[in-house]
């Protein structure tokens, strides 16, 4: 499905102040904006925006907002829920060309850097200075700060080291109607805390232009374990072990056997061919500390029937576990042509039950699913391996995502746990809070973008919801 | 052909890609790329001209394939679809140059030639800026052998049997790095053995979607290196080396010659893998008095063959210390095979943000292994003016077995610390 046509006149005034590389139009180059990494639902805009700078975005914005066209920012395209969908939106505006480091500094561990700078690069800037940005999703080569501000990203190390929100210092924010606000949130701003009420907003509050981020020292010793478990029961009670041993572990991950089959056949790690669920375990620190720690984290898996422990010392051993975790969902495509990945929270003690109802939903439906938990955190991501040319397989796939996530509110948990609501979910919102709640919620939006032009249709359950939802289409593969 | 695994849309390529990094437009990354040329075979999109603007502007360096999560094999998809592409319309001018040049090798010598007297007038800035001759070598780098032979013949024979392939473009435009290539070897107890009547590996046609050229230059090349009883084929360019590589799947289904592609794809070794892997000798007076020294991964190379240790390792030992790494050293030169001829305005760009690289790590020497890296560097360095000097890792060993300091120049260095 395609947005309508745009005013002409509007087109050639922001041709004229973006230049050609700054506006996109025609078919060709507008079709892979139909979706991001969720691919369930398409829709394509009839224009695509890429200001280099604050102006041109602020400028943009402006324009539209004065025409009343709506828009929806978009960073990689790397999101998984379809925030960026420009359903019923015509256009998007990225921002892949606002690349400039604007600030480096060391001294007081700070980096400011525009929208369209990728994750990874913040580290690889100040590395040297044994430092690091701590937030690292599993798409953290490719995807961007502005998109990790939306999302409120997290990663593997939110364990011990949070999310997004608790590395911010500072946003540039463009609004809805084009006026340009920096939101300072380091200690002694006072006022009230924008940035952190702009920080997971998915886009609808705003565009976010740059960001204030606090660096970390990178640990002087890091120990990454790897743990076998005959199955993810066991390996579920050891997590709670490990916590309840008093120890923060940088990250607690678990794969089960499905997982381990194609990170395995990718990868080759050499993963035991028997395994039933692994657990990766980073403890980091000084490093006289972390052998006592190492100890402890091998008594307390062993407790819970660990057939196996060992310790990647080699830093390339580590490096390709830490790969075949990291990319263990772009390796789910040797199993299955396509896979949904489900994204939900339960409080870490209720890890056992909720395998145990994802397995009994698999079942249900006839549907594999596969399982990779930032278990440390209760952050479940079940992979529902499908067939995209098979229509009715892809209902029974948005079925068993919603009865999982319905699962995970019942255990007392949540419907996301770093994805976002994005288009995916909006459904589910009112299953996940009160009228009250919502209407709050509603009514921030409101204040921050009235008119509702600024990626309309998403987190809060709208009634305009036009999308195309994917029809089979034959595969490049072959 | 195998395409193989199916594209996710994980987006996880976008940043690994040169042309999405310089527009930012997901049309030109590889993730836009499948999703159009999926969407012209489905019969959805038309096979228009900005639709083919964004398939031609594909380096293929293969730096999303590296990126990939899925493995999905984009440059297999992308050869798949070469063919269409070409009938589509003429071949650029600068592609069919290009392939000019791999038959007529003579042309280039002449070139390089005219360039090295436009050098020696004190013209190189000017001519840095002409098309073509702006991207021949400058004049430290000699065109004829300097006749002088590698110091002491170093280790027993390692009962090795070689050949170096006479990559055409390589050959001709930067003969001293095949001379030094095959003085290292012999000095590390490889024989090289000459097998006249090499021609191109087919590599660039097979690019142009010309695969049965391709695949009869192939087996020319098949036939006579198999049969010449070797262990291996050595090669110094990137580009030729990876296509060697895929000789096995280019003949797959030539019965005749099935057997020996296979064999000689499985033989194919980067010169700086060969030497690693067979055990080399260290020169006993590395070059520590030339400056900062970097490397830079020529894509094929690194994503090609997974090559990325050995020619560093090369590096290190002919300079005596670990070689600096320029900022997105992972990131395509814009020189890609013929590209910088059929796409000048992106491989300038991309050039221009190479030699910026180069210039920000203060490297006085940056060591490649291709010689088409090196001549697109060098071209964008010398035009922003920066004087680094571009060699190929090999170069730089065979240099340091030559030139172990004299006495003269041990006391030239002295007085330059003195003087400071």
Redesign the interface.
Known sequence: MSNPPLDAGLVTRLRRMLGE?GL?T????????E???Y?LEKARPSL?L?PATTQEMSRSVELLHKAGIAFVPRG???GVSGGCLPADIPVMI?T??MQRIRRVDIDNRRVEVEA?V?NL?VTRLVESDGLHYAPDPS?Q???TIGGNVAENSGGPHTLKYGVTVNHLLGLELVLPDGEVLQLSREAGSGGFDLAGVVTGSEGTLGIITSATLALVKTPQAVATMLAVFPGVLEASRAVSAIIAAGLVPAALEMMDALVIEAVEA?YGFGFPADAGAVLIIELDGLAAALDEQCVQVTEACNEQGASEIRRADDPRERALLWKSRK????????LS???CTQDGVVPRSALPQIVERIGEIGRRYKLRIANIMHAGDGNIHPLLLYDENDPEEVARVLDAGRDILLACLELGGSVTGEHGIGIEKTELMPASFGPATLAAMADLREVFNPRALCNPHKILPSDRHCVEVTRP?????? | MDTGLPCIHCGLCLHSCPTYRELGSEADSPRGRIYLMEAIEAGEQEFDAPARAHLEGCLSCKACETACPSGVDFSARMDKFRPRLAAAHRLAPGRRAALLVTRFPLLLKIAARTARLLDLLGLERLRRLLPGLGLMPGRKRKLRASGLTIGSPGKRSSGLRVALLQGCVGNAVAPGITRDAREVLERNGIAVVDVAGQGCCGALYAHSGDRERAAELASHNVRLLDAAGLDHVVTTVAGCGAFMREYDSLLAHDNLLSGAAQRLAGATRDVSELLVEAGFDPPMHPLTDIGPVAYHDACHLLHGCSVAEQPRIITRAAVGREPLELAESELCCGSAGSYNLEQPSMAARLGRRKAAALGASEASVLAVGNVGCILQIEMHARRAGIDAELLHPVELLARAYREGPSPAAASSRLSKIRRR
Do not use: H
Request: hydrophobic share 35%.
């Open positions: 590389e996109l025609g078919e060709a180059a507008l079709r892979v904006y979706c991001d990494g691919t695509v890429l990689a395209g790397t990225g892949s060309r369209g990728v690069d798409s080569a490719a995807c990718a990319r263990a969902f772009g390796a789910m495509g040797r042509p396509s896979y289409r034959p595969r490049g593969g072959g």
